[in-house]
């Protein structure tokens, strides 16, 4: 496709429940990446993928939270047992190796 | 945690004036990017710069980098109003992929 593509774009849901967001790469890019953007500030690393494998998840914040991309082009971010503290904007962005990262418009995500 | 600060955290300009901001980071890089993001939008990659680089020009844009110093600079010459929003630099940490981002600017230009 021509750019990232997101889905959902938002998404409410109540504490507890489990959530799964969708990221289309640019076709090609092997390399995909999770951020957590918070409001007001900038995007934070979650996880990294070159084509299926998961090589950095430095990031996750908890193991409540989980990545897969499992033929190498799109992904998955899941969180179990979401909790209010995990309401942000849930941005994925892919390349070629060694090149500039392409955002989608990223899932904003709100906890009740 | 993020790597970099951002200065000014915030700036106001009047449409036709230049915009500098500037990123500084921590740690040793292969390059430096910087990006837009518009107020509910994905990040848009303006710039790259490499760490043996110190100039670099994109149409209005014009980034330098000095590594001596774990600085660097985006300067916007000529603003727009379309030019209003958070711009933010990030690196790409030796040994690793993922970019650490800074805080942002947020720039608005006023007509």
């Known amino acids: 496709g021509a750019g990232v593509s997101q889905s959902p774009r938002y998404k409410v849901a109540k504490r507890g429940q489990d959530v799964a967001l969708r990221c289309d790469p640019i076709s090609g890019h092997v390399s995909l990446f999770w951020y957590q953007q918070a409001l007001g500030q900038g995007p934070e690393f979650l996880t990294y993928f070159q084509n299926e494998a998961q090589l950095d998840k430095s990031g996750l914040p908890s193991d409540r939270f989980f990545a897969e991309r499992p033929e190498g082009s799109v992904s998955t971010l899941k969180i179990q047992r979401t909790q209010q503290e995990d309401s942000a904007v849930y941005l994925c962005?892919?390349?070629?190796?060694?090149?500039?990262?392409?955002f989608g418009d990223g899932t904003r995500l709100s906890i009740l | 945690s993020q790597q970099g600060e951002e200065d000014p955290q915030a700036l106001s300009i009047q449409e036709g004036e230049n915009a500098t901001m500037n990123c500084s980071y921590k740690t040793s890089i292969n390059n430096l990017q910087w990006y837009r993001q518009n107020s509910g939008r994905g990040l848009v990659h303006l710039i790259l710069i490499r760490s043996n680089e110190r100039e670099k020009h994109s149409g209005r844009l014009r980034v330098t980098l000095d590594t001596s110093k774990k600085s660097s600079s985006l300067l916007i010459t000529a603003s727009r109003a379309a030019d209003t929003a958070s711009y933010f630099c990030?690196?790409?940490?030796?040994?690793?992929?993922?970019?650490?981002f800074g805080q942002g600017t947020r720039l608005t230009i006023n007509p």
């Open positions: 962005a892919s390349s070629l190796a060694g090149w500039a990262q392409h």
């Open positions: 990030a690196t790409d940490v030796q040994g690793a992929q993922k970019l650490v």
